[in-house]
């Protein structure tokens, strides 16, 4: 996997930042759609509204929140395997709304996908699709 950066939303563009990937489930305040110099909107990549809503950015809770919202990654691997996929061919910057740099989800993104590198399981059907058939041929 590829360099993963995370970068305030508000911060200037740069051509460093490679694929820029929004990872708030809100809007960010006062940006406009034109503004924002955004590739891809992944609202869902973001904390449940519950969770957002709990943390509500106290850096006490930090570690709990990060544990909270790994157990919420778990469950997205479809949009996980589309953020590796991008970064397997440039940077990829998560970008966030925030204000606090260091307790955010784009940070607890960030550290989730770099402690989980992809790992493919063989696709075991198409084998089992073939011998299947293979089987049948033989019968008739």
């Known amino acids: 996997m590829g360099k993963i950066l995370v970068k305030r939303v508000y911060e200037p563009a740069a051509k460093s930042d490679g694929f820029r ?7 960010p305040r006062g940006l406009s759609k034109e503004n924002a ?6 609202r869902d990549i ?9 943390f509500n950015h106290d850096p006490a809770r930090w570690a709990e929140f990060q544990r909270r919202y790994d157990a919420e990654l778990k469950e ?5 395997a589309a953020i590796k996929e991008h970064a397997k061919t440039k940077p990829v910057t ?5 204000k606090d740099e260091q307790h ?6 960030r550290s989730f996908l770099l402690k989980r590198p992809s790992t493919r399981q063989p696709d075991t059907r198409s ?5 299947t058939a293979a089987h049948r041929k033989k019968r008739t």
């Open 46 to 54: 973001g904390p449940s509204t519950a969770l957002r809503k709990w």
């Open 37 to 42: 110099s955004i590739d891809l909107w992944l």
């Open 94 to 98: 998560l970008l966030y709304s925030a």
């Open 76 to 80: 997205k691997a479809t949009l996980l």
């Open 127 to 131: 084998t089992q699709s073939s011998s």
């Open 21 to 27: 990937l929004l990872v708030d489930r809100l809007w």
């Open 104 to 109: 955010n989800q784009a940070v607890a993104l």
